[in-house]
Every structure is written in C-alpha cells, then in structure tokens.
C-alpha cells in the first residue's frame, strides 16, 4: 500500500487496525487487524487508493472462514453432548456486536539482522477468543505449539515446544480462552508462539493471516454445567491483561479459583 491505513482504534475489547512491534534488532511484526463490516470497523478499513478490492476480498474469505468454523463447532457441540446448534446464532457474523475478527501478519525479513537467544516475534500465549483458524505460506517457519494439555502459562514456558510448520493446503487450528469456558474446561486453549528465525532458518519475509473466530460482545461463556463462573469476551481480555504475568500460575485446577477472584 502508498500510505498507512489507519491506526489503533478501541472497539469494544479489541483494538483494530494497523500495528507494529519493534525490538532494538529490528521489527518484529506488522499486522491489520479487522472485522467484520459493522460499526466497529468505521474509519479502519484501507481505502479504495490504498488497496483496490481490500475491503470486499477479505470479507468474502472471511465470510468463508465462518463456514468452516461453523462446520467444526457444530462437531464441537455434538461431541460435547449439546445440541448441534449451541454455538451457531452466538457466533452469527451478522450480529452488530460480533467480535470476530482476523489479523493479517507481516513479519519483515531478518537477513542481515541478530536476535538474542530464546527471542519470540510473539511470545507465549493463548488466544482470547473462541476458535482460531490459522493460514500460513509453505516454507515460512517459525510457529510452535506447547506440547500436552497445560492451561498453565509457567508450565508452559518449561514445557517442549513442538515446531508447527506449514503444510501446503491446510489450515491450522487453535482453540482460544473463550471455547474453554464455554465447553466447560472440555477443550483446553493451547499456548503458541512464534520464534524469532536463527540463522538456520528461512529469513525472508514472512505472511500468515489468523481468523478469531468469536461470539458476541453480549454473549456469555459459560458451559451447561457452570465449571467457570459466568463471563463475556471483553472480560476475558481485560482480566489476562491485568492479572496474568510470566510467573502467574493459570493451571486447570485453579482456573475457577482466579476467576471468582477477577470476576
């Protein structure tokens, strides 16, 4: 693009639009982040000059994204005991107040660049929202999973961390914060990151887009049998921001006992 589409925007718990994280050894990571084409998205999208057709092909391949994401909440749903439908009008793109959104990733080339021992382009993390549908390029490394079924952010750290190439053709899957509230704990969120390259690796530039599959600003996550107490999206951001640290211990058995303690 010529210029800059606009920048940070508060929108209900996201902020949407252009961003930028840098290190002294360089940038770390561009990225957009939009939604679907509703109120929150006034003033964010790249305009017509800046990008010819943006605007209406992400929202095609988003609206496309729904539909696999819908397919696999509903396998979510009927393996869960609940009706087939349980996710499906909360997770509805129409709603004004859908928190659904996909983030478009530049990470710039790090050829003639040194990064510091253990460095991460994103550190170690859960997504917030429900369903994660991940689109990487072939050969563009760099991602790695927390092996096992930890929610607990220390362990983590400690854990093996399992390098997730790209495979040509398919789509990666995380599961977020809010499907474990939502599934009563069923489905665990799985930590992630992505390392900065070494010079073993692929150094130019790397593209991924992420799709947050989520429900509703109003919608609240809690499963049939009340494991968590209630909670909305919005909540869930603002109390990790606030409480959750790298020595902050968030394990499954204590999940509930934070909670009531954020709440």
């Known amino acids: 693009m010529e210029e800059k589409p606009p920048m940070q925007k508060q929108s209900f718990a996201y902020i949407l639009g252009w961003s930028q994280e840098k290190i002294a050894a360089g940038a770390l990571r561009e ?31 988003m609206f496309a994204c729904h539909e696999v994401v819908e397919m696999i909440m509903e396998c979510f749903a009927r393996g869960l005991g609940l009706q087939e439908d349980f996710f499906t009008d909360e997770m509805n793109p129409h709603h004004e107040d859908n928190m659904t959104s996909m983030n478009l990733n530049m990470y710039p080339s790090t050829e003639g660049h040194t990064f510091p021992p253990g460095a991460q382009r994103i550190w170690s993390h859960t997504d917030y929202e429900a ?45 977020g914060d809010s499907l474990q509230y939502w599934s009563d704990g069923a489905l665990k969120s799985t930590y992630h990151r992505v390392r900065c390259p070494t010079a073993e690796d692929y150094a130019g ?27 909305k999206f919005e909540q869930i951001v603002a109390q990790k921001s606030k409480y959750l640290t790298e020595e902050e211990v968030t394990s499954d058995d204590k999940y509930v006992e934070w909670q009531k303690k954020t709440a």
């Open 31 to 61: 990225a957009l982040l939009i939604g679907y084409d509703l109120p929150r998205m006034e003033g964010l999208w790249p305009s017509e000059k800046q990008c010819p057709g943006f605007k209406e092909e992400m929202l095609d391949f």
């Open 131 to 175: 369903l994660t549908l991940l689109f990487q390029k072939p050969g563009q490394t760099g991602l790695e999973v927390c092996s096992g079924l930890t929610t607990d952010r220390k362990k983590a750290q400690e854990a093996q961390w399992v390098a997730f190439d790209p495979v040509p053709g398919a789509i990666t899957i995380n599961i």
């Open 205 to 231: 530039d790397r593209y991924s887009i992420a799709y947050f599959a989520n429900g509703r600003a109003r919608t609240i996550l809690q499963g049939p049998k009340k494991k968590y107490p209630p909670i």
